[in-house]
């Protein structure tokens, strides 16, 4: 018998428990500000919305945003070349990484402007919540929102000081403290900053550079939140990180450099809600061969400034209307450098700044059993023109435990700044519509979701070439079910997903979309410890070569991870974690390997 069955029979006690237990999901009292940049209950929202809260990151004990996101449905991180900083592409639905628009506190992240967000490179010790919506938000949120969004949340309104040390595997270290404290009764001031590093392992053990590929990683948070009085809050919250990292190719180092600030203003009102939101955002990334100088380094720097703002009006508890505006700067600063490659030589990138300015609004009305949505968005691209883009959705309760939904939207994407300098197609934005059928059950043990969609895209764009991209349609149609449900002390979420992304051009699926995944966590507490268990299967799939582009195959694979949290004091929390638990070798992409068998063991300490 093997090692993975032989451990699926040691937890199906786990299955059969019949004590009550309290579910760790979104419930009536759960609330989010993804769906309509406002706050409401997540069992309102007419889209699949999941939240990541402080307790269950605490519980995962993520390196990395990829450790922690991996097991979420409609996500698969189909670019991860190798382990922990290394390059990461996330697909969400069969669309294209940068069809995922990633906020931080509300406000979209400098570093898309030039490509899409790596989320190895993200820390992950500053989070206080993630909040993620799959499927397409665009007539809020405007382009990039084809395939979902993510709000990386680093403010929080609970008192709580705490300092994290942890070391692992392949010479990991890493150090955080972090202070949220409200210091009067209207003012909450933050501060968090946290440093790792590992040596790292080589992650192409094939080619002749027989070394180890480390990352280090340094990052700070400031914020600050003010009660003006009862109606009136002002905030200001500063992220930055710095990231160095060693791979296998050329160039084979990089260094990454990122900080963002954005500042705003609620009111909140009996019916009248409004907010004011300011950002500014860079992101730099240079990247150079170890043995050349870093005078050497491609440089790829990025800015953008948003101001935005929004009022809602509840003409009822439940009902409510939105109107929002927002403008953008996108902006590829002068530093900017890339390699010519006729003549080898570093050359600026030659491509304007743009504008885009949008305007939205939104009507939600319930008339029970019914729910109904209507969005609609125009926005003004200076390069790309005005685009039209809506979407409604329609939800039936059949019973107090059961609801139907079904949903319609269209999105578009506009090209990046790294999209245009490689583009050999028709530089025109991405563009989709997308059809969704979902079926949710929610029992006082047991909560289930199946949600069936098709998105159509027109115009993808795709890498042709390591330096030519070209663009194609795709039809994705896709299947999720989602199961959440207690059995005595332990807490399951088990996802399954078929996703069918095929290429029209040539019938075949897109690259590092694996038609097949399915995943399941389970949560025990028991003498004031706390059990974690994952396990994570991904199918088999085509990954292009690194250097020629030519089409390989990358079987499936099936990974367990497992963790335990110990309470030793009222102050003092032990940890340790086991990635990969039976050194399953695999292969994310093609030609990298990903980590054998890792441990990592740690302490949390509340002052």
């Known amino acids: 018998m093997s090692k993975q069955w032989l451990a699926a029979a040691a937890l199906l006690p786990w299955a059969t428990l019949a004590q009550s237990s309290t579910l760790s999901q979104n419930d009536d009292a759960t609330e989010i500000t993804i769906y309509s940049k406002v706050k409401q209950s997540a069992t309102s929202a007419l889209t699949p919305v999941e939240v990541i809260t402080k307790a269950d990151i605490e519980r ?14 409609g996500l698969q991180f189909g670019g991860q070349n190798g382990g922990i900083g290394q390059q990461t592409s996330l697909f969400v639905r069969g669309t294209n990484s940068n069809h995922i628009l990633v ?15 790596d989320f190895s490179q993200l820390p992950v010790n500053n989070v206080e919540r993630i909040e993620y919506i799959r499927g397409p938000r665009a007539a809020i949120y405007g382009s990039g929102a084809i395939g979902g969004v993510v709000n990386i949340i680093t403010t929080s309104e609970v008192n709580d000081r705490q300092l994290s040390v942890t070391t692992g595997s392949n010479d990991y270290y890493a150090a955080d403290i972090s202070i949220n404290q409200w210091v009067t009764d209207d003012t909450r001031l933050q501060l968090a900053t946290g440093y790792r590093e590992t040596r790292g392992y080589d992650v192409t053990s094939t080619n002749t550079e027989n070394d180890r590929d480390g990352f280090d990683s340094k ?44 500042t705003g203003l609620r009111y909140q009102g009996q019916q009248l809600t409004g907010q004011l939101n300011a950002s500014y955002g860079e992101h730099e990334l240079e990247s150079w061969k170890k043995e050349n100088s870093r005078n050497s380094a491609t440089n790829t720097s990025t800015a953008t400034t948003r101001f935005d703002g929004l009022v809602q009006y509840n003409y009822t508890k439940q009902n409510y209307v939105i109107f929002g505006v927002d403008w953008q700067q996108d902006r590829l600063l002068s530093k900017s450098k890339t390699v010519d490659w006729m003549s080898g030589q570093l050359v600026g990138y030659d491509l304007p700044d743009r504008d885009n300015t949008g305007i939205f609004t939104s009507i939600f009305h319930t008339w029970e059993p019914i729910s109904f949505e209507l969005t609609g968005r125009v926005d003004d691209n200076e390069q790309f023109g005005s685009h039209g883009i809506w979407q409604s959705a329609l939800s039936l309760e059949l019973s107090e435990q059961h609801r139907t939904t079904l949903s319609y939207g269209t999105a578009f994407k506009a090209p990046s700044f790294t999209d245009l300098h490689y583009l050999t197609g028709n530089p025109e934005p991405e563009k989709s519509e997308s059809l969704e059928l979902s079926l949710l059950g929610n029992y006082p043990l047991l909560d289930w979701q199946l949600n069936l969609y098709r998105n159509d895209i027109k115009g993808l764009l795709f890498n042709q070439t390591p330096t030519k991209k070209d663009n ?110 039976f050194d399953k070798d695999y292969q994310v992409v093609s030609g990298y390997d990903a980590p054998d068998m890792e441990f990592y063991v740690g302490a949390d300490y509340r002052f």
């Open 60 to 73: 995962r004990q993520p390196r990395s945003l990829v450790d922690l996101l991996e097991t979420l449905p």
């Open 103 to 117: 906020l931080m506190n509300g406000r979209p992240m400098a570093q898309m402007v030039g490509a899409n967000v």
């Open 219 to 262: 990052n700070l948070t400031f914020g600050v939140e003010h009660k003006l009085n009862q109606a009136w809050t002002w905030d200001a919250n500063f992220n930055s990180w710095e990231n160095n990292v060693d791979y296998d190719g050329f160039p084979d180092t990089s260094n990454s450099e990122t900080y963002q600030f954005d």
């Open 472 to 581: 194609t349609d795709v039809i994705i149609k896709g299947v999720e079910l989602v199961v959440k449900v207690s059995t005595g002390p332990i807490h399951h979420i088990a996802s399954y997903e078929y996703t069918d992304a095929e290429d029209v051009k040539t019938a075949k699926q897109l690259s590092n979309r694996a038609k097949r995944k399915a995943s399941w966590t389970g949560d025990m507490d028991v003498a004031n410890i706390n059990f974690f268990a994952q396990v994570l299967y991904v199918g088999d799939r085509e990954t292009p070569d690194a250097i020629s582009f030519a089409s390989t195959y990358s079987p499936s694979y099936t990974i367990w991870n497992i963790g335990a949290r110990y309470p030793l004091t009222q102050q003092l929390t032990l940890n340790g974690k086991i990635n990969n638990l």
